[in-house]
């Protein structure tokens, strides 16, 4: 029962360049959640996606990032014109139903690793 | 705005006792929380979790009390064990999304 999987692991983009980060959920999982980790911080939410529909992208940066969630394959988080600040780490997350009220645990994928050159 | 606060950057404790992590929180809409732990490199595992309506919840050498009166979470360890060394999160679920704490680095001494 494999767990939540993003690749690549490791991706080095120089200023300008666009980053695609991909994740599958964990088997049985519709719900997808993106989280950005950057250095000496918590995990601060993205966006959520359930499959072909983006339900919560409050936080999700206004310009250069997107993400989508398609009825077949990864979940992808794009962010276009990379630049520095952007070097992080970013998490994805699934859970089997919503995780809202009804206390759904989210279980996170081993992330990816950015560097902004 | 920090909804999730985890005060103490780093926690020192000696195998065999009891490693206690805390944690405060300001939003009164969080309906449960939760524990994760971190090693470097990989992502947050689940440890535990605790609905808004209890006070207290344990998995073996886990338990989590919550005080909602205080706005305020702990995590006790107990026995700690050198494995346990790790940075541990604590987050609020709110709707959609896990709000986290910055996390606490727990070494386990030999």
């Known amino acids: 029962n494999a767990g939540v999987m993003q690749n690549p692991r490791h991706l080095v983009r120089r200023r300008g360049q666009e980053a695609r980060l991909r994740c599958s959920p964990m088997?049985?999982?519709?719900?997808v959640y993106w989280y950005r980790q950057l250095p000496e911080e918590g995990l601060k939410f993205m966006v959520y996606?359930?499959?072909?529909?983006?339900?919560?992208e409050s936080g999700m940066p206004k310009e250069r990032f997107s993400a989508e969630f398609p009825k077949e394959g990864p979940s992808i988080l794009r962010i276009q014109q990379v630049v520095r600040g952007d070097s992080a780490a970013y998490f994805c997350?699934?859970?089997?139903?919503?995780?809202?009220?009804?206390?759904?645990?989210?279980?996170f994928g081993p992330g990816t690793r950015l560097l902004v050159l | 705005d920090q909804q999730v606060k985890q005060n103490s950057p780093s926690l020192s404790v000696q195998e065999g006792r009891i490693s206690i992590l805390n944690c405060d929180y300001t939003n009164s809409m969080f309906d449960y929380f939760l524990w994760y732990k971190k090693y470097p490199a990989e992502g947050p595992t689940f440890l535990i979790s605790i609905s808004s309506i209890k006070d207290k919840n344990e998995d073996g050498r886990f338990t989590v009390f919550l005080n909602k009166s205080a706005k305020h979470l702990s995590l006790h360890i107990v026995p700690s064990q050198p494995g346990d060394s790790a940075v541990y999160f604590c987050?609020?679920?709110?709707?959609?999304?896990?709000?986290f704490g910055t996390g606490t680095l727990l070494a386990v001494q030999p």
């Open positions: 997350a699934s859970s089997p139903r919503a995780s809202g009220n009804s206390q759904e645990t989210q279980y």
């Open positions: 088997k049985g999982h519709s719900h």
């Open positions: 987050a609020g679920g709110a709707t959609n999304k896990l709000i």
């Open positions: 996606l359930q499959k072909e529909n983006i339900i919560d």
